[in-house]
């Protein structure tokens, strides 16, 4: 059964950690994307990959940054966490153009 | 600008009425993708179905069915003889080159 994985389904951290959310998937796919979503404002994507190396920017990208050092790992670092960084964050990947997204079960995380 | 609205925020319906979930979106472009996602309690977006703008065919899949009007920008999901297990949060998703573009969602319950 192919998969996206995270590696936490919840994590609490202190504001001002350094914070590394792991994604990984199976499928081969290029492309790979990282997502907040928080009641009232839906799904926001925050950065996404399309080749190993490369990242672009989404709508939310501040205060993050990622790594693709490998196709199969996609990495969110919240550089120095905040309260207002506290929200569920989920994984996707997808082949192709117009491929339909495979989703990680998400992680919530907290920040105190 | 695209946008993707779905003007439904929560359904409530007895069980094994048939319900459906409305998507309306706006683009320019000729050549896009829409989607739709199931978000159960468990908190993993589920692929459903995916459309390119050229496929307007309607389709049935057992209990859901989807109607894809491009002369109204619509893709309208509808369950039928609904069940307590198709309640969760449905997303239409709007993909076109690096956008990708969702809803804010329909929380669907269906009552026992």
């Known amino acids: 059964d192919v998969k996206v994985t995270q590696s936490s389904r919840y994590l609490v951290k202190r504001t001002g950690e350094k914070v590394f959310l792991e994604c990984v998937q199976d499928m081969d796919h290029e492309n790979m994307f990282w997502y907040r979503q928080d009641p009232g404002l839906g799904l926001r994507l925050i950065y996404f990959?399309?080749?190993?190396?490369?990242?672009e920017k989404g709508d939310i990208p501040e205060g993050y940054s990622v790594s693709r050092e490998k196709k199969e790992r996609f990495s969110l670092i919240l550089e120095s966490a905040s309260t207002n960084q506290t929200s569920m964050y989920l994984c996707?990947?997808?082949?192709?153009?117009?491929?339909?997204?495979?989703f990680g079960s998400g992680t919530r995380l907290t920040v105190v | 600008a695209q946008k993707v609205t779905q003007a439904q925020t929560e359904i409530s319906v007895v069980e094994k009425e048939d319900v459906t979930l409305d998507c309306v979106y706006e683009t320019r472009d000729t050549t896009y993708y829409l989607f739709w996602y199931k978000q159960p309690p468990s908190g993993e977006l589920v692929f459903l179905i995916r459309?390119?703008?050229?496929?307007?065919q309607n389709e049935i899949s057992g209990r859901y069915s989807w109607n894809f009007q491009k002369s109204t920008s619509s893709f309208n999901f509808t369950i039928t003889a609904s069940q307590v297990v198709d309640s969760a949060v449905y997303f239409c998703v709007f993909h076109r080159d690096d956008k990708i573009i969702f809803g804010k969602g329909t929380r669907l319950h269906i009552l026992p």
């Open positions: 459309r390119n703008s050229f496929d307007e």
């Open positions: 990959s399309y080749d190993v190396k490369m990242k």
């Open positions: 996707a990947s997808s082949k192709g153009q117009g491929g339909g997204y495979t």
